[in-house]
């Protein structure tokens, strides 16, 4: 399978714990969450040990950042970022 610059295969997840996944992140912030706090209470869950909250707030600064105009590019750079 070759994929273009922009796609995306897989999907990567950000809390273990509740199963929200990089797209779950990006879905919300579409429709307006802006913090970490608020990702979680849109997918109706809870931080249990906290380990995913850096990355998902990065995701959101990302987002915020790019101005949520192209979220595909966000997830990548969080990747990178988290290395």
């Known amino acids: 399978m070759v994929l273009e610059i922009g796609e995306r ?3 990567m997840y950000l809390c273990i714990c ?7 992140v990006e879905r919300v ?3 307006g ?20 909250v ?3 707030c990065r995701l959101v600064q990302q987002a915020q950042d790019l101005g949520a105009q192209d979220l595909d590019t966000a997830a990548p750079l969080l990747a990178v970022a988290a290395e």
Not at 36 to 52: A, D, K, Q, T, Y
Request: hydrophobic residues 30%; aromatic residues 6%.
């Open 9 to 11: 295969a897989a999907f």
């Open 29 to 31: 912030v579409t429709q």
């Open 18 to 24: 509740n199963a929200i996944t990089d797209r779950d």
């Open 33 to 52: 969450c802006s913090s970490v706090g608020e990702v979680f209470r849109c997918l109706g869950e809870r931080p249990n040990c906290g380990r995913c």
């Open 54 to 56: 850096p990355d998902i």
